[in-house]
């Protein structure tokens, strides 16, 4: 058996990592993580397979599985994709009430961590499909928002995303105890004060004329690694 990392397009932070690891046989992108709020897998007896085509397609191409499976030890980088979440429109006007309970239009932490919860919807139910198939895995954390994203320039403010992100990471860390998912964090080495990403490990190519604002790069990946592969290890060391 060997381990398989895949996930949303957070899984490039750990490009070209899998070379240098015996018993690590791929790292590939599954897909996009808009995806991922809505339920996307459906439980078949001892494997989980993806009613999302997308990620159907992906899996096969990189693998040839029709499905996910006990053969493997699995990797998921698809929890903390909170920008979902902070990019929306929404948080240009209205502030979370535990920052600001008078603004004009406050929204409750209640609201929040229902939005929240909603956002999560679709890997909740996929890793709750894992764990009835007997699939061993952990779960890799999305990197800490990044203070050039651009829902800043779209007018969300920088405390505002600092907070839903803190609340969702929060969410997720409760859940994934409860339901005894190891859980590869983000490294507090990696974000500054106030829990953004620091500059230097930002992926800042461009594509097609764009300039990436949103993703970590390798040397961000580099931190997490020992850590992915301790659990690896703990995952092979189970009956």
Known sequence: MSLVITGNSHVWMLRGLDSHAPGVSKIFQLGNGRFERR????????????????????????????????EHYWAFVSVNHNARVYRDSLWADHRPSALDPHSEYPVSGGVLEAMVRTDQTGVRTFFLQLLEAGVRFFAISAPPPRRDHPAVARGVPLETIAHIDGVARAIWRSWLREKSIPLVDSPPEARDGDGFLLPEFSQTQV?????????????????????????????????
Request: hydrophobic share 40%.
């Open 207 to 239: 594509v097609n004329g764009v300039r990436d604002a949103h993703h970590a790069n390798s040397d961000y990946g580099r931190l997490l690694w020992p850590e992915i592969l301790a659990h690896a290890n703990a995952l092979q060391a189970q009956p």
């Open 39 to 70: 339920p996307f897998s459906s439980l078949r007896g001892s494997r989980v397979v993806f009613t999302e085509k997308q990620y159907a397609q992906r899996l096969r191409g990189a693998l040839n599985l029709d499905g996910v499976t006990t």
